[in-house]
């Protein structure tokens, strides 16, 4: 059983801050990791993608990837009350499949 | 480009009742996929599409079926609706090759009571 373990939270940083929001999974051959950002009442959305250990950086997004530790994270500087939603950690099985295995999310809140 | 798109976005049914959820993507991705999301949870797998004719089971995908004639279209058909199938479902797609890590665009949703 594939299993991808996030931090219900929730999450709470004021505005301006750095929001740290962790990933884990089970599957050690995986290869494609995503961070998807899901408002109230809205569907999921990419906002990061991540294949190679070490950082990508995007704006203010920095998704970072330990496939030793098996372990993925996601960074959001200058945290604005905009990014305040659930934050699902995504993994592709091993051996180049593109069927992936969510987590349950993190749920994020930035305060004024 | 609308990206995908799902009917209806609302629907309370009675027990017993089948309907279908409609899928559309015009993204010309080769994989479509079925979620169901309960409160507080991730998203659970249902069914998903390699491409059209070819279709296999995910990780809950009792009460479903799906048929995938096109590849725009992805339709999911819930057969004697159950309370246990109340959920929000979406229907997603990506698409796998050079320049594609199966990244997922995810439609609107369907918000689904079965009373």
């Known amino acids: 059983q594939k299993e991808v373990e996030q931090n219900s939270g929730p999450l709470s940083v004021p505005e301006g801050a750095i929001a740290s929001l962790n990933c884990t999974y089970s599957?050690?051959?995986?290869?494609?990791f995503f961070w998807y950002r899901q408002y109230s009442g809205k569907s999921p959305e990419l906002i990061m993608s991540?294949?190679?250990?070490g950082d990508k950086e995007d704006g203010r997004f920095t998704a970072q990837l330990n496939k030793a530790s098996q372990y993925v994270s996601l960074l959001i500087r200058d945290s604005q009350p905009s990014d305040s939603a659930t934050y699902l950690c995504?993994?592709?099985?091993?051996?180049?499949?593109?069927?992936?295995?969510f987590g349950r999310g993190t749920s994020l809140i930035v305060h004024p | 480009n609308a990206g995908v798109t799902q009917t209806p976005k609302f629907r309370i049914l009675k027990i017993g009742q089948s309907m279908t959820l409609q899928c559309t993507q015009d993204?010309?991705?080769?994989?479509m996929y079925w979620y169901r999301q309960d409160p507080g949870m991730g998203l659970k797998l249902i069914y998903y599409?390699?491409?059209?004719?070819?279709?296999d089971k995910g990780e809950v995908p009792n009460g479903y079926n799906v048929s995938r004639s096109t590849t725009e279209d992805f339709p999911l058909r819930l057969e004697l609706a159950a309370p246990s199938q109340t959920s929000v479902y979406f229907c997603?797609?990506?698409?796998?090759?050079?320049?594609?890590?199966?990244?997922?665009?995810f439609g609107p949703g369907t918000r689904l009571t079965v009373t």
């Open positions: 599409s390699v491409g059209a004719g070819i279709t």
């Open positions: 997603a797609s990506s698409y796998s090759g050079t320049g594609g890590q199966g990244e997922q665009y």
């Open positions: 991540i294949y190679s250990n």
């Open positions: 995504a993994v592709n099985a091993a051996g180049g499949s593109y069927i992936p295995t």
């Open positions: 599957d050690r051959g995986s290869q494609s």
């Open positions: 993204m010309n991705h080769n994989y």
